[in-house]
């Protein structure tokens, strides 16, 4: 028989995550609107009909509202690293996991031309105090990998040039997107160059590969 306790704190905790989610995505329709400096955290908090108290304990800042939509994947390449197949290196795991990330157009990879995705990601990357605030998401992303891969310097080192190359390859795809190309047309040279990134990470992290 199941405990009620353990029901009732995963009850909680989903709607919890629906609440993060709810007031995300009404916060970031009305950044779309209005642009994100014109857009007041009362304004977000009435809307949501919450209070501003309330609004700072599920986000301590307002940039926090639009980088909610990254929460899923900050611990993404640590849970790659720590879920891969038996026999199966690091860099091989995180290389068929972005590899997989592209065939499917997730726009966490930067390819894809969906026009909502496109809006978001003209609103994150031209929005100076998001870019800076994604950072952090990006430092935790590398800590949580370190982790993963030993927690020793060495593993912090790898862990820095995964995360770059990843960052690097998606922001390759945004920047086609942006400038108008179709997923359909880029995803073989986004592709090619996944896989070139991910031999050059092999051949210098040996340990990992």
Same mark, same amino acid.
Not at 125 to 149: H, I, N, W
Not at 165 to 190: P, S
């Given at each position: 028989?199941?405990?009620?306790? #353990?029901?009732? /704190?995963?009850?909680?905790?989903?709607?919890?995550?629906r609440m993060y989610q709810a007031v995300s995505d009404l916060a970031i329709a009305l950044f779309?609107?209005?642009?994100?400096?014109?857009?007041?955290?009362?304004?977000?908090? =009435?809307?949501?009909?919450?209070?501003?108290? /309330? #609004?700072?304990?599920?986000? %301590?800042?307002?940039?926090?509202?639009? #980088?909610?939509?990254?929460? *899923?994947?900050?611990?993404?390449? =640590?849970?790659?690293?720590?879920?891969?197949?038996?026999?199966?290196?690091?860099?091989?795991?995180?290389?068929?996991?972005?590899? *997989?990330?592209?065939?499917?157009? *997730?726009?966490? /990879?930067?390819? @894809? *031309?969906?026009? %909502?995705?496109?809006?978001?990601?003209?609103? #994150?990357?031209? /929005? %100076?105090?998001?870019?800076?605030?994604?950072?952090?998401?990006?430092?935790?992303?590398?800590?949580?990998?370190?982790?993963?891969?030993?927690?020793?310097?060495?593993?912090?080192?790898?862990?820095?040039?995964? !995360?770059?190359?990843?960052?690097?390859?998606?922001?390759? @795809? !945004?920047?086609?997107?942006? =400038?108008?190309?179709?997923?359909?047309?880029?995803?073989?040279?986004?592709?090619?160059?996944?896989?070139?990134?991910?031999?050059?990470?092999?051949?210098?992290?040996?340990?990992?590969?």
């Amino acid at each position: 028989m199941s405990d009620p306790g #353990l029901r009732d /704190t995963g009850l909680r905790e989903r709607k919890k995550q629906r609440m993060y989610q709810a007031v995300s995505d009404l916060a970031i329709a009305l950044f779309l609107e209005k642009g994100f400096e014109k857009v007041s955290v009362a304004e977000i908090a =009435a809307a949501a009909e919450i209070s501003k108290p /309330t #609004l700072f304990r599920y986000f %301590p800042a307002k940039e926090d509202l639009v #980088l909610h939509r990254f929460a *899923d994947h900050e611990q993404e390449a =640590a849970r790659v690293v720590d879920e891969r197949s038996e026999g199966q290196s690091p860099l091989d795991a995180l290389r068929v996991h972005f590899l *997989d990330g592209l065939e499917r157009c *997730d726009p966490v /990879t930067g390819l @894809n *031309d969906a026009e %909502p995705v496109l809006a978001f990601h003209r609103l #994150l990357y031209g /929005t %100076p105090s998001l870019v800076a605030r994604l950072y952090g998401f990006l430092e935790r992303s590398e800590e949580a990998l370190a982790r993963a891969l030993g927690g020793d310097l060495e593993a912090r080192l790898a862990a820095g040039q995964i !995360v770059a190359v990843r960052r690097i390859l998606a922001m390759e @795809n !945004v920047r086609r997107m942006a =400038a108008g190309e179709r997923a359909a047309e880029v995803r073989a040279d986004a592709v090619a160059a996944a896989r070139l990134a991910f031999r050059q990470l092999e051949a210098g992290l040996k340990r990992y590969a």
